[in-house]
């Protein structure tokens, strides 16, 4: 037996070490956070129709630039991705009971974000490849009722906007796209987030930048980019002196992020494509290190597309294994890999299972502004079911600072528990 003993039967682990954790906070953010800190005004919003309605120096600037790297013509920060994706809804003029298709495969605000404005999430779902939203699933699952499509560019890469944005045109749909982990990506050309309506980005201390908490929202459209402003800001408040005569979702909310968070902002995004570039590289070596284990697959960059890799994405082919998706993740852990074994499937959490939202009687879906029996049952959702119960496997590449020796490391600790699969089969 000359294979080393795996950790999990009680060998030497191969990774004896914690990796560095990832940090994109440097001196350049402590001194302008200190700047503002020192200026004495934290934020300068005002809720009423005046120059301060859109913010300080800050976040005017932070704005000014975002809308310049993406190349949009509007950015708008908010306190929250969470609250970005509540705001695009509304802005974009969703109604009571109308329907938006979004993906089970993302984080829960991308579809209670639709709930928010009392309109129904219709999950449908995702290619097996990209993790993101299949466009035939879509077609399949739109009604006379559906008014837009929510997007998510899953762990770092664009959904197929060609297909998305094609069928959002043929039955008249609006698309905003929740690329909270794909600041930086392209699609041919574009940045992720930009192909949409509305799009836009997260600023949550694990993603790719940070500012603490916080979002961008970017488009091209004057009037989105007015209402977005005005749900950020009070709207109710600001409308008649602003005079806005489209009153529709103009509830308006304190989704305002403030000048530290904007200079803080400033600087990270100067230093964007540089972290990119950092995880794409080791990405690339990972995948280079991983290439040729059988059953493996890494993950599929598809042409037109670069991935920024929030988290570096693999599938098992269990039949070809004939080892379970527990063993070999038992394994790799066994050996100090931080693998996860599920990432989401919303569709099945506890709020859709029960229909249970606004209060305990099953708002929206039991009222009038429900107009047909919306379907949340475990099997809706196949490809995604499948990744997450039994073949799925990622690893967070923004939750650490990994040099290219950690890579190789975890090159190992795969090769290692690859070498002694026929173990595992037990
Ligand atoms: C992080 C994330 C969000 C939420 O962003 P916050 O800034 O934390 O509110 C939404 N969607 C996706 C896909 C995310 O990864």
């Known amino acids: 037996m000359s294979n080393p003993k795996l950790a999990l039967f009680g060998g030497s682990k191969t990774i004896q070490t914690t990796f560095k954790r990832y940090n994109p906070i440097g001196v350049e953010e402590v001194e302008a956070a200190k700047q503002v800190i020192e200026s004495g005004v934290l934020s300068q919003f005002l809720g009423v129709w005046h120059e301060d309605f859109y913010g300080g120096p800050k976040v005017r600037e932070f704005e000014r630039q975002c809308a310049e790297y993406f190349g949009v013509k509007h950015a708008v920060t908010v306190n929250s991705w969470t609250s970005g994706l509540v705001a695009a809804v509304g802005a974009i003029g969703i109604e009571p009971g109308d329907e938006v298709i979004v993906t089970p495969w993302t984080m829960s605000a991308t579809a209670t974000a639709i709930l928010h404005w009392n309109a129904i999430p219709v999950f449908a779902d995702i290619d097996p490849e990209t993790f993101n939203l299949d466009p035939k699933s879509v077609e399949a699952n739109i009604t006379p009722y559906t008014k837009a499509i929510m997007v998510a560019d899953i ?9 998305l944005m094609a069928t959002a045109a043929k039955h008249g749909l609006k698309i905003i796209s929740d690329t909270a982990q794909a600041p930086g990506a392209l699609y041919k050309g574009k940045y992720a987030g930009t192909l949409a309506d509305v799009g836009g980005y997260s600023l949550n201390y694990h993603k790719h930048i940070h500012t603490g908490e916080g979002g961008i929202l970017v488009t091209d459209n004057d009037e989105i980019a007015e209402r977005l402003q005005l749900i950020r800001n009070h709207a109710e408040a600001v409308v008649g002196d602003k005079g806005v005569t489209n ?8 989704f305002r992020l403030g000048e530290i968070e904007c200079a803080i902002g400033i600087e990270q995004l100067k230093k964007l494509d540089r972290f990119v570039q950092s995880r794409q590289a080791l990405a690339n070596r990972l995948t280079e ?34 080892v379970s998706r527990e063993r070999i993740h038992a394994a790799l852990q066994a050996e100090g890999v931080a693998v996860s074994k599920h990432y989401q499937n919303i569709h099945l959490l506890p709020l859709y299972q029960r229909k249970i939202a606004y209060g305990s009687m099953g708002f929206p879906w039991t009222s009038d502004i429900c107009r047909r029996d919306v379907d949340y049952s475990k099997g809706i959702c196949p490809v995604a079911e499948q990744l997450n119960d039994s073949t799925y496997l990622g690893f967070g590449m923004c939750v650490y600072d990994l040099t290219e020796d950690d890579v190789d490391l975890i090159v190992t600790a795969f090769q290692k528990v690859w070498n002694s699969l026929d173990l595992l089969n037990t």
């Open 155 to 163: 762990f770092g890469q664009s959904a197929d906007m060609d297909a």
């Open 247 to 254: 009153l529709s979702n103009m509830i308006g909310h304190n």
């Open 289 to 322: 290190g991983l290439h040729g284990l059988r059953g493996l697959r890494t993950p599929v960059v598809k042409p037109g597309c670069t991935h920024v890799y929030y988290v570096y994405p693999m599938v098992l082919d269990i039949e070809a294994l004939g």
